[in-house]
């Protein structure tokens, strides 16, 4: 059990890479983008600064990221739960 789009963003807040994030995820690169251009249009503020090919967190972005490690360690602590 998960949310892809946070693991997808949890993800790219740890690496910073799109490209990477992709790799890691075993996902296309279009398909990291529209992940956090979805989380994007429903937060309603960037998440990350795109600088050429590397990107940031925006304030916005820090706060997910507190939020989103919280919510995939409950959705972890299930799947220990699940066994």
């Known amino acids: 059990m998960t949310d892809k789009r946070l693991l997808v963003f ?5 690496c910073l890479s799109f490209s990477e994030t992709a790799h890691r995820m075993g996902i296309s690169q279009p398909a990291v983008t529209k992940h956090i251009a979805t989380l994007e249009a429903e937060i309603g503020a960037a ?3 795109r600088y050429g090919r590397s990107v940031t967190l925006t304030e916005k972005g820090r706060e997910l990221q507190r939020a989103a490690d919280k919510i995939l360690a409950g959705y972890a602590e299930i799947e220990n739960i699940k066994g």
Request: aromatic content about 12%; overall charge neutral; cysteine-free.
């Open 10 to 14: 949890s993800t790219l807040a740890g």
């Open 47 to 49: 998440l990350f600064v």
